[in-house]
């Protein structure tokens, strides 16, 4: 550049000043249209200062002066967009970083379900009915077998044989004393446990056994605890009859 046509100080202000100045769609509009429009602008200003530096190298030889010059004004503007327009997003300044919000707490109605455990059902207990020899070694087995301090009185065995027993003996026994028990608590027996029982064919005496009833000579070996443990033997007949279940109950007994 020769030396008549190097500009003055005022001359290079006007140039930067032009390529500071945004346009007027950087100052309105929307958000992202003023950012597009600033981006835009300084596009152009590096476009437009670009053209006239190659101008003036073809129509002046550049002195080393004017070189640095150009290398200035580049980098005035560049500077300078950054500082009117950081990060490009205007003068606005970045606020704290949003709190993290608090989860939000679950309701009674929201809380989950909890698993529930249902403990399961005790299984019913079994009874031979089947075998009129068995039902009647069950019947007296759980009869005779007595705890005078938890079972109070003789109904509490009655119930125990009761799946062996008819409705109607069961009534029965419950509905008249026993002999039997009142003797253990008279002696200070605190209970009686059947040990060994024992069944064969009941006397000459006794109806002989029909398809629908039997009776039975039941022995029963009785181990009794107190102030002393003994030992006693009860011997009973028992009747056992098919009922209408096609199943064996004891129906009546003979010795109590």
């Known amino acids: 550049m020769s ?21 007027e769609e950087a100052r309105t509009g929307s958000r992202r249209e003023r950012r597009a429009a600033r981006a835009e602008h300084r596009r152009d200003s590096k476009r437009q200062t670009k053209a006239w530096i190659e ?7 550049v002195n080393p002066v004017g070189a640095i010059l150009a290398v200035v004004l580049i980098l005035g503007l560049g500077l300078g967009a950054r500082w009117l327009w950081p990060s490009g997003g205007g003068h606005q300044a970045a606020g704290p970083a949003p709190a993290a919000s608090a989860a939000p707490s679950l309701s009674h109605d929201d809380q989950p379900p909890t698993a529930t455990t249902t403990a399961p059902d005790t299984p019913e207990p079994t009874h031979d009915r089947t075998n009129p020899d068995t039902v009647a070694q069950e019947a007296i087995r759980l009869y005779l077998t007595r705890d ?14 009761a799946p062996y027993l008819t409705p109607a003996l069961t009534a029965n026994m419950e509905g008249h004393s026993d002999p039997g028990f009142t003797k253990l608590v008279s002696q200070g027996a605190a209970a009686a446990k059947v040990t060994t029982v024992t069944t064969a064919p009941a006397d000459s005496t006794l ?19 107190g102030y ?7 011997v009973l007949s028992a009747e056992v009859t098919l009922t209408d279940d096609n199943q064996w109950r004891v129906s009546a007994l003979l010795g109590l």
């Open 55 to 61: 101008e003036e190298r073809r129509r002046d030889q």
């Open 228 to 234: 002393d443990t003994t030992t006693q033997t009860t």
């Open 207 to 225: 109806p002989p056994d029909t398809p629908l009833r039997v009776w039975r000579k039941v022995t029963a070996t009785i181990t009794v605890t």
């Open 3 to 23: 030396a008549d046509r190097e500009r003055t100080p005022e001359e290079w202000r006007e140039i930067l000043a032009r390529g500071l100045t945004r346009p």
């Open 148 to 161: 005078t301090v938890k079972d109070q009185d003789h109904k509490a065995s009655v119930e125990r044989a």
